[in-house]
């Protein structure tokens, strides 16, 4: 039977700085249409820039496939 209810999770195996960056990660997803249009990329940089999240999900961005790096982030992209 367990008896140990506490309201935090185990964080077992990891420094007290690696708790504290995972316990405040912001993970966000933002359905932008299309990143076709010439500086379409650009503007979304721009705004990405501006957020202060650390992973973020773009959907339906229809570009091709490939790694694109930029000053502050990388786009990973599985293609169409």
Do not use: Y
Request: net charge negative; charged share 20%.
């Amino acid at each position: 039977m367990v008896t140990n209810f506490s309201k935090e999770p185990r964080k077992e195996g990891i420094t007290d700085d690696e708790w504290i960056w995972k316990r405040n990660m912001k993970i966000g997803t933002w359905n932008v249409s299309s990143l076709f249009w010439s500086g379409a990329l650009h503007v979304c940089h721009n705004e990405l820039s501006k957020l202060d999240f650390h992973i973020v999900a773009l959907q339906e961005t229809q570009l091709e496939g490939g790694i694109q790096k930029f000053e502050n982030l990388a786009l990973f992209n599985s293609g169409l």
